[in-house]
T-cell receptor, first 114, second 116 residues
Framework: DAGVTQTPRHEVAEKGQTIILKCEPV?????LFWYRQTKIQGLELLSY????????DGGAFKDRFKAEMLNSSFSTLKIQPTEPKDSAVYLC????????????FGAGTRLSVL | AQKVTQTQTSISVVEKTTVTMDCVYE???????LFWYKQTASGEIVFLIR??????ENATVGHYSLNFQKPKSSIGLIITATQIEDSAVYFC?????????????FGKGTHLHVLP
């Protein structure tokens, strides 16, 4: 079985640009998570979907970050407009339904905003 | 509010010894699950071990075990007979179970250096 696939692996953007990151979860997984990872803040939850429904929108990340789950096998994270402080690794993870289930992570997208 | 805290930023140990990494959590739920994940130098994050809140026995998988102290809201990860390849960042995570929103919150991680 394929794991979680994230594209692109690297993204360089100019300040003010719009970027879209993509994620394909493990087939059959109902839960999908977007995290931002930085050395200072660690893993911060951006969005959480259950069966395509948005359950958590990440509070502080609402204004410029928007995650969507167009179907059960594809999700996007849009950052608009980008700022230099958005430079980080963006991770997508999926799991089976239920709180006892573990997360499977993608390899991440490293975003650099100039 | 849900919170996970790892106070140890970095730990160094000599190969073949035992190391314990600390984690404390906050939750209002009566049912929850605690996880440890490992992030290698390549960036890959993998699941290691899980503790169910309703189980008294400490979970064990290979040379990983947990020290679950529920009254202290503490879940320590113990690695015995450490190997060089155990060098990585270890994250503690919690997933609440009482509500329908099973979001997963992570601690900031502990960087383990295993020295020869």
């Amino acid at each position: 079985d394929a794991g979680v696939t994230q594209t692109p692996r690297h993204e360089v953007a100019e300040k003010g640009q719009t970027i879209i990151l993509k994620c394909e979860p493990v087939s059959g997984h109902n839960d999908l998570f977007w995290y931002r990872q930085t050395k200072i803040q660690g893993l911060e939850l951006l969005s959480y979907f259950r069966s395509k429904s948005l359950m958590e929108d990440g509070g502080a990340f609402k204004d410029r970050f928007k995650a969507e789950m167009l179907n059960s096998s594809f999700s996007t994270l849009k950052i608009q407009p980008t700022e230099p402080k958005d430079s980080a690794v963006y991770l997508c993870a999926s799991s089976l339904d239920g709180s006892q289930n573990t997360l499977y992570f993608g390899a991440g997208t490293r975003l650099s905003v100039l | 509010a849900q919170k996970v805290t790892q106070t140890q930023t970095s730990i160094s140990v000599v190969e073949k010894t035992t190391v314990t990494m600390d984690c404390v959590y906050e939750t209002r739920d009566s049912s929850y699950f605690l996880f440890w994940y490992k992030q290698t130098a390549s960036g890959e994050i993998v699941f290691l071990i899980r503790q169910d809140s309703y189980k008294k026995e400490n979970a064990t998988v290979g040379h990983y075990s947990l020290n679950f102290q529920k009254p202290k809201s503490s879940i320590g990860l113990i690695i015995t007979a450490t190997q060089i390849e155990d060098s990585a960042v270890y994250f503690c995570a919690m997933r609440e179970g009482d509500t329908n929103a099973y979001k997963v919150i992570f601690g900031k991680g502990t960087h383990l250096h295993v020295l020869p």
